[in-house]
């Protein structure tokens, strides 16, 4: 049964082998004109220049932060020794996809452009599979960093009982995933700030101000924008889903060797290798997914939307399917205290159409094809006020059929795998449950990726076409297919935000099970728990539950409640402040360039692009640090000072309220996005227009809101939940 593992190592070799295939077939068309090379060049040169800054802090704090856990492994002895090497790992591989993913699209976007040139599909296919290249790097360094983790603690690592050593082994492989996440919370900051600051001023200065179009060669800031696009919405969504990707399969991997924990080493097994296997079997099936995606020529959105829309739900429907061959060759029989193999298989499904369902309300919200939008769009021709009111409007609207069906997930999720018992007896099978659906949800992410890195590929094409001046034909296929990246953008940030929910529910869970590895650090072998006495390690979560009095109506939770959903709204109210006063340095230098640099406007001078994409890189790197480091220091404050507890109730309300507000913002921003998409193909007077320029007002608020604050929010909630986790020791020391 055991052999069934290998197939997890080698489905991520398969994932690294189709991303380099595919990334070798773009490499070998052609990036066009000299122009068109000679843009896309200054594009990488930015990227890279960003990302070496964006790594040396990085860096620093990663050293600062082992160096911490080492003291605690093995100065204080409450923390497993582990921890600091599967910490450093999980940072390095999340950095590693994005960088991957983000090399790939600085190369694709001119080929792309050269591509449509001849045809809409060929554009599409490029765009789409250097896209795929970071789906694919994501999710087979993901299974490749556990696959490699599962080899070593195995050999290693040895308790007193076989039951207790696969408990010490999963819960330690989830403190690779801090590592990934406080990654991915500086490349998805850090990348936000960099990419509006640029966007903002180039809009701001260039649209509004001197009525040129967008990505107009004669922008200052044009560069910028571009290499924004690639550092914020492809290495730092790549980061943000890694962590998504291995959180959800190491927590449930967690729970699985909780929940079994007295039905014997094989049935833990079981549940530990149930979640390697379905994300290991999604892989091949994202793979066939991006094989079917392809379009006709003049194919309009909806089209283009139906194309991707066949390869991500045939690779739904397929792990849908082939989900109850996994747990019924794993053997879950309904014997021995095992659930039956069909009813995992419906908690899979659930965290699987809950998906399908959050992308499709992002999708009918965001996209101009759909009444909201164009109603967004036509109260345009009132002013920027009615458009930034009504946009503000349509995202708080939007939260709604998202948040009932993240509810009504989860309660079918739990149902499903104890038989819609809802007792204390079924609480850790249930929260298995609900952990396998998201690993569900993020079973295909291979091509749900794909479709989301995709988008700034078409974007920056469409921004070559400009600048390199090619006929009008191939920038209006180019605003197709940034049309589509539009969407899918947006749909991939909803995705985002629902596995994360799902995923940080499972992180919960399992922070009390860290608990438990807590106690037997400092030698504390039973627990007092009301009038009895229990084995720490066989304990249950309602045990520890009842042991530290984790109610609504103790203090600390409450105290906890409020600090974790302040803590979403002063991260954004940090990262949105940040965008503003980068972008406002932005704006004056494209102001002086404009004014003090004669024949930029004419374009007999071409602008000094360096200094634009200096002063972004220079916001990005100051500005990150505060939040992100605020998110790493907050949970160890709470769980000093108010004990687990507190800590508790701390995710609980970041979850809460994150969720929701990263719905509302992301939705706002990309509606806005679509609404100036909407007028500029010629609707309530087109491009130039008063109702245009009001567009582009709100594209420029809900600029950050989309690309900075939201995208963040996914990360800041997993990550309280992943330090909590790690700090777990340290906290059950001191209380």
Not at 456 to 470: F, K, R, V, Y
Request: glycine content about 12%.
């Amino acid at each position: 049964m055991t052999s069934l593992f290998y197939l997890v190592p080698a489905a991520a070799v398969i994932a690294l082998l189709f991303a380099w295939i595919f990334f070798r077939q773009m490499f070998k068309e052609s990036e066009g004109t000299p122009t068109m090379k000679e843009i896309a060049q200054y594009v990488r040169e930015g990227a890279m220049a960003y990302l070496r800054q964006q790594y040396k802090v990085v860096i620093i704090v990663f050293i600062v932060l082992a160096i911490f856990f080492a003291i605690l492994a093995y100065g204080f002895g409450v923390q497993n020794p582990w921890v600091p090497f599967a910490f450093l790992t999980g940072g390095f591989f999340s950095g590693l996809a994005g960088f991957v993913g983000m090399k790939t699209a600085t190369y694709a976007s001119a080929r792309t452009a050269n591509a449509t040139m001849r045809s809409l599909n060929a554009g599409l296919k490029i765009a789409f599979r250097s896209g795929a290249v970071m789906g694919l790097t994501v999710v087979g360094l993901g299974l490749l960093d556990i696959s490699i983790w599962w080899i070593i603690l195995n050999a290693f690592v040895e308790e007193a009982t076989p039951a207790q050593t696969l408990v010490v082994i999963t819960t330690t492989m989830l403190t690779f995933g801090m590592g990934a996440s406080t990654q991915a919370l500086f490349a998805r900051v850090g990348g936000g700030i960099y990419t509006k600051a640029a966007d903002v001023g180039a809009d701001i200065v260039g649209k509004v101000e001197q009525d040129i179009p967008e990505d107009d060669p004669r922008n200052p800031a044009t560069i910028a924008d571009n290499v924004g696009d690639n550092v914020g919405d492809v290495a730092g969504m790549g980061a943000d889903l890694y962590e998504s990707y291995c959180g959800s399969i190491l927590a449930t991997m967690a729970l699985g060797a909780s929940a079994f924990f007295n039905l014997g080493t094989d049935i833990q097994m079981k549940a530990i290798l149930a979640p390697m296997v379905i994300a290991a079997i999604g892989v091949v099936l994202s793979i066939l997914g991006i094989f079917v995606v392809r379009t006709k020529e003049g194919a309009n959105l909806k089209d283009l939307l139906g194309s991707l829309s066949r390869g991500t739900n045939l690779s739904a429907v397929l792990i849908a399917v082939l989900s109850f061959g996994v747990f019924y060759l794993l053997g879950f029989d309904g014997q021995s205290g095992l659930p039956q193999w069909w009813q995992l298989s419906l908690s899979v499904l659930s965290g699987l159409l809950a998906g399908v369902i959050i992308g499709k309300v992002t999708e009918f919200y965001t996209s101009h094809s759909y009444r909201p939008t164009r109603k967004l769009a036509s109260s345009a021709q009132t002013g920027p006020a009615t458009v930034v009111i009504n946009g503000v409007g349509l995202g708080m609207r939007s939260t709604a059929i998202p948040v009932i069906t993240i509810a009504i997930a989860i309660l079918l999720a739990y149902g499903f795998a104890t038989g819609f018992v809802y007792s204390t007896g079924t609480l850790s099978l249930g929260l298995y449950g609900i952990s396998i659906a998201a690993v569900g949800m993020l079973s295909t992410l291979g091509i749900t990726l794909a479709t989301d890195a995709y988008g700034p590929i078409a974007d920056n094409a469409g921004g070559n076409a400009q600048m390199s001046e090619l006929d009008p034909s191939v920038r209006e296929k180019t605003d197709v297919l940034d049309s589509l990246g539009n969407t899918t953008a947006a749909t991939g940030k909803g995705f985002a935000i629902g596995s994360a929910a799902l995923t940080a529910l499972a992180l919960l869970a399992s922070y009390i099970e860290e608990l438990k590895i807590g106690f037997s650090h400092i030698g504390k072998s039973v627990l007092e728990v009301g009038d009895r006495t229990v084995d720490t390690l066989s304990a249950s979560i309602t045990d520890i539950v009842e042991y530290y009095d984790i109610t609504l109506m103790n203090p600390m939770v409450l105290v906890g409640i409020f600090i974790g959903s302040m803590m979403a709204f002063l991260f954004c109210g940090l990262t949105m402040n940040a965008v503003g006063r980068a972008a406002s340095k932005m704006v004056v230098e494209v102001r002086r360039q404009f004014r003090e640099l004669k024949g930029i406007l004419e374009g007999t001078r071409r602008p000094d692009y360096t200094s634009c994409v200096r002063i972004s890189t220079r916001a990005a790197q100051q500005e990150m640090i505060y939040p992100s480091i605020l998110a790493i220091v907050v949970p160890m404050l709470v769980g000093v000072i108010l004990g687990p507890a507190g800590v508790i109730g701390l995710l609980a309300g970041g979850l809460g309220a994150g969720f929701v507000l990263a719905i509302f913002l992301a939705n706002s921003g990309g509606a806005w996005d679509n609404a100036k998409k909407f007028v500029e193909e010629g609707n309530f007077g087109g491009k130039n227009s008063p109702a245009h320029k009001a567009t582009i007002v709100g594209d420029t608020v809900g600029d950050p809101f989309k690309d900075t604050s939201g995208p963040s929010l996914n990360i800041l909630i997993k990550l309280m939940s992943m330090v909590s986790i790690v700090m777990a020791g340290l906290t059950v020391m001191l209380h």
